[in-house]
């Protein structure tokens, strides 16, 4: 929590030099680190994440997927009475109890102050923390709570060791957020980065991979839902590739489109790091993220940089790691926002990972099924599984007048810019439909009737 006292016990230490360190330094104590640090060991996970309703119970045997309780999705949702929200890939509608629990805490903060108020949640932070883990197959001990999972994949990549030269393999469907700073390294320290081919339907094609990696590669990044395509990534397959590989690079699963959506299971998908959004179908606050890191990125690397949540200024030459992955989260965050997060995770075990999936699943195919129908439209939807996100093109009407019209009759849809994947959008925008469990047929037939507008 945002106070000293609630620091998990910390049980490494290695010793740093206290000047600015440079890149090279870096990767030397990197190295050191390496050398001084015992292997963190975690338990495998103990059940599927999309089985559970319980809170907390990592013990529970995985229960059959049940069935979708919509009335409680809709009347737990305020705002679908006046609105019919398509928008859940960009920031979904929070559910009212992770609205109330941000607001509880920022009045708990005004009453008794930030810090003190930090210190009464700290169970239920940490409880939490448990929450978030079950949801993705994970420890607890692996969870660390961001800002968004950008800034997840920021503290990524400033900690994995990067030399002159290292390969870097990244999906086809990547995230412009995930590229950009790949692209930055290549220029700044001379990388190489590498786009997988495409498979014949647009995913990463496992075989592919296994045959890029006899060469020697420092990184694999993989989206497991892009958010300009429908397609979903065989994250697991990627991962058994990527093990196999013999120069062992460091598996990153983006999935911010894929949390609260789809069912995930970080022991089977076998990441170093998996990162995502809380806001998107996790129904979250804005300004959430989680970083699960995996056993062989706890043991072996230090976060970097550290700040004084993660890390202790322990004697005078002296640094020392949470040795969870605590250590790469930054001391100064917003409380509410965490539990809101938190308030999320709970909701989604609650109505069933396994059932939001499946609705929210049947929703984007009828969206899909009747758009094909339309003159005038052409699906971008590649993949053999598909996720919520549906993706088209009017050849009439540029999408961002269609989004404008659109929302003036309160039906929320958005506009992918070209640039969120020039590779696979070429120069022209595209108009993204991601509909969400909560929504009913009618707020799909009334966004339907209104895009045939547009049609000729
Ligand atoms: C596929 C994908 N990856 C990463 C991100 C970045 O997530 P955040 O905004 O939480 O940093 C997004 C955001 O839209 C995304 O769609």
Same mark, same amino acid.
């Not at 030397?28 to 190295?31: I, R, T």
């Not at 990534?233 to 093990?243: E, F, M, S, W």
């Given at each position: 929590m945002s106070s000293d006292t609630m620091r998990p016990a910390i049980v490494r230490s290695y010793a740093a030099t206290p000047k600015l360190l440079s890149r090279h330094d870096r990767r030397?104590?990197?190295?050191f680190t390496l050398s001084c640090v015992a292997l963190f060991i975690m338990s495998p996970p103990l059940f599927a994440a999309d089985q559970s309703g319980q809170r907390f119970d990592s013990t529970a045997f995985p229960q059959p997927p049940r069935s979708l309780d919509r009335h409680r999705l809709r009347a737990d949702t305020p705002a679908v009475g006046h609105l019919v929200h398509l928008n859940n890939a960009g920031a979904s509608l929070p559910p009212q109890q992770v609205t109330e629990r941000v607001i509880a805490h920022l009045r708990l903060e005004e009453q008794i102050g930030g810090y003190e108020a930090a210190e009464r949640v700290a169970e239920e932070w940490e409880n939490g923390r448990k929450s978030l883990a079950q949801l993705i197959g994970g420890q607890s001990e692996g969870i660390a709570i961001m800002e968004s999972?950008?800034?997840?994949?920021?503290?990524?990549?400033?900690?994995?060791?990067?030399?002159?030269?290292?390969?870097?393999?990244v999906a086809g469907a990547e995230y412009a957020g995930t590229v950009l700073p790949l692209l930055q390294l290549t220029r700044r320290m001379g990388v190489q980065l590498d786009f997988l081919p495409d498979g014949p339907d647009g995913t990463v094609d496992a075989d592919e991979l296994s045959r890029q990696l006899r060469t020697p590669t420092r990184m694999v990044f993989a989206v497991h839902a892009p958010s300009h395509n429908g397609l979903i990534?065989?994250?697991?397959?990627?991962?058994?590739?990527?093990?196999a590989a013999q120069h062992q690079p460091w598996y990153v699963v983006d999935a911010c489109q894929s949390l609260g959506q789809l069912p995930i299971d970080v022991s089977q998908i076998d990441c170093d790091f998996l990162l995502a959004s809380g806001r998107k179908y996790l129904r979250g606050p804005r300004g959430t993220g989680v970083l699960c890191v995996g056993p062989r990125a706890l043991a072996e690397l230090d976060a970097f940089p550290l700040d004084v949540r993660g890390g202790t200024w322990a004697r005078a030459r002296?640094?020392?790691?949470?040795?969870t992955a605590v250590r790469f989260?930054? *001391?100064? =965050? %917003?409380?509410?926002a965490g539990l809101g997060l938190m308030a999320a995770a709970d909701y989604a075990h609650q109505i069933g990972i396994g059932a939001i999936a499946g609705a929210v699943a049947r929703?984007?195919? *009828?969206? =899909? %099924?009747?758009?094909?129908?339309?003159?005038?439209?052409?699906?971008?939807?590649?993949?053999?599984?598909?996720s919520g996100i549906v993706v088209v093109r009017s050849t009439a009407t540029p999408p961002g007048e269609i989004v404008s019209s659109l929302r003036r009759e309160r039906v929320n849809l958005h506009v992918v810019p070209a640039t969120s994947n020039p590779r696979e959008l070429g120069d022209q925008p595209?108009?993204?439909?991601?509909?969400?469990?909560?929504?009913n047929q009618a707020d799909l037939d009334r966004?339907?009737?209104?895009?045939?507008?547009?049609s000729s």
């Open positions: 030397m104590s990197n190295e999972s950008t800034a997840a994949l920021h503290k990524v990549l400033s900690t994995v060791p990067l030399h002159s030269g290292d390969r870097i393999l990534n065989d994250v697991i397959a990627i991962g058994a590739a990527t093990r002296d640094v020392e790691i949470d040795p989260e930054n *001391y100064e =965050r %917003s409380v509410a929703n984007a195919e *009828y969206l =899909r %099924s009747h758009l094909g129908g339309l003159a005038d439209w052409r699906l971008l939807d590649r993949g053999k599984r598909r595209a108009l993204r439909i991601s509909p969400h469990a909560f929504n966004a339907l009737d209104l895009l045939a507008n547009f």
